[in-house]
């Protein structure tokens, strides 16, 4: 051991130059990815606000959406489960298709108007995109797992503009409690990369900057934010099992696929068109800006939560993170009027706390909490992550993702169960308690 820490720097440098390349090419392409679908959704967004009649083809559109992954994409359906599967056992490198049909799957869904993110589609393709590679370097083990971690942290950084939040990301969500650093620097330089490539694309992220008052820190404030915090990881925990039970629900009484997201979307269509508001399908960017400024009902966060669930229990293709943020920043808002907190912090925190529960990605949320809100709003921000990824428990969106370490001393749980199937594991005291 004593030999070999005196050549760690020969050791070092090759792989630096090793990845940096690779990592260079990940961000390529997972930026222009990203560029691609910002600009899609920007239109389908735009389009769907000016023809509102075209909600009403929301079941012929998740129809469509189901027939042609059906038919075409059976190997890649389970999308952000599949890439982390991959990574923890490597079977077969992803099929490129995953991209294209996870971009129209996605602008499907928000151009009729269903309630999804962008994030698990940018994910996709960077990932699928990155694995492509593989097919050239001929990589195997570690290096196959960096790669597709780095395409992660690329699609992630380039879709949200958070190019920390980004890498830590990639890292941070494969496994509970355990982090592989190896994949670090190909992560980070994939990331800012990716960031860079989408704005050079001419494509802008949303501003969700504010300039909140920040209090200082009393036993009160700490209070209040470790309440926040917890009520943030019990809505994130709800958010991941209603939308998993949805998900049972359908597959169990639908057999044929298609269907799943025609029925669905024409609840979500009956929805939409009783409540006479458009306010909670699609990203909901605008509201979640308007959190930051206004008092807004205190219902927002449950509707958005309910028709994001049913639109992605259904099958519909998008992700989960932008609605996190309008159930977090609307339940922030909303907890405003009882907290002792700004209602912009507020929103903030509660922005980022949501997806940390329901993610299980404490620090990657606080550094993009710190990114989007700035670092005088990060000792709050950082309560708000960690308390709700302590409340959200064992559970999440991501159902291949694994448990590496409990998050609780006093429970022992056994290491590489998956979150799907740690529910059925049996679960003791730690030694610490036995004794």
């Not at 992954?69 to 079977?91: D, R």
């Not at 393709?125 to 990589?139: E, W």
């Not at 009160?220 to 939308?243: D, E, K, P």
């Not at 006093?410 to 998956?418: A, H, N, R």
Request: charged fraction near 10%.
């Amino acid at each position: 051991m004593k030999h070999l820490r005196q050549f760690e720097l020969f050791i070092a440098l090759p792989h630096l130059i090793k990845w940096l390349p690779i990592s260079f090419a990940i961000g390529i392409f997972a930026g222009t990815a990203s560029a691609a679908l910002l600009a899609s959704l920007e239109w389908a967004t735009d389009w769907r606000e000016s023809h509102r009649w075209i909600i009403a083809l929301l079941p012929l559109a998740g129809f469509l959406s189901g027939l042609i992954y059906h038919h075409f994409g059976q190997s890649v359906e389970a999308g952000n489960n599949l890439l982390l599967e991959e990574i923890h056992n490597p079977k077969d490198i992803i099929p490129f298709r995953m991209a294209p049909l996870v971009l129209l799957g996605t602008d499907l869904t928000h151009l009729f108007g269903g309630s999804a993110g962008r994030e698990g589609t940018a994910l996709q393709m960077g990932a699928s995109l990155a694995d492509q590679l593989t097919k050239i370097l001929h990589f195997k083990g570690a290096n196959r797992r960096i790669l597709l971690t780095a395409g992660i942290s690329g699609g992630f950084a380039s879709v949200f503009g958070t190019p920390l939040a980004g890498t830590v990301f990639g890292l941070e969500v494969l496994a509970i409690g355990k982090i592989h650093y190896d994949a670090l620097f190909p992560s980070l330089i994939a990331a800012i990369v990716g960031n860079q490539v989408t704005l050079l694309w001419g494509l802008h992220h949303t501003a969700y900057r504010h300039a909140p008052i920040i209090p200082t820190i009393t036993i009160w404030q700490l209070i209040s934010a470790i309440i926040a915090g917890a009520i943030f990881g019990i809505v994130a925990r709800l958010f991941a099992q209603v939308t998993h039970k949805i998900n049972h629900l359908f597959k169990a009484k639908i057999s044929y696929p298609p269907m799943r997201p025609l029925i669905g979307g024409a609840m979500i269509a009956a929805i939409v068109g009783l409540s006479g508001t458009t306010k909670y399908i699609g990203l909901g960017i605008p509201t979640i800006v308007d959190s930051f400024y206004t008092q807004l009902p205190p219902g927002d966060f449950a509707a958005k939560l309910s028709l994001t669930a049913l639109t992605l229990g259904a099958g519909f293709k998008g992700g989960e993170v932008t609605p996190l943020f309008f159930i977090g920043a609307t339940l922030g808002n909303a907890l405003s009027l009882l907290l002792a907190l700004p209602t912009p912090l507020l929103a903030g925190m509660g922005f980022v706390g949501v997806f940390a529960g329901a993610a299980n990605t404490p620090i990657a949320s606080t550094l993009m909490g710190i990114e989007l809100f700035g670092l005088e709003s990060g000792v709050y921000i950082g309560i708000s992550c960690v308390v709700s990824y302590l409340f959200s428990g064992h559970s999440g969106i991501y159902t291949a993702q694994r448990i590496g370490l409990s998050k609780y001393s006093s429970v022992q749980l056994e290491e590489g169960l998956t979150l799907a199937t740690h529910k059925q594991a049996k679960v003791e005291p730690s030694d610490d308690i036995k004794s």
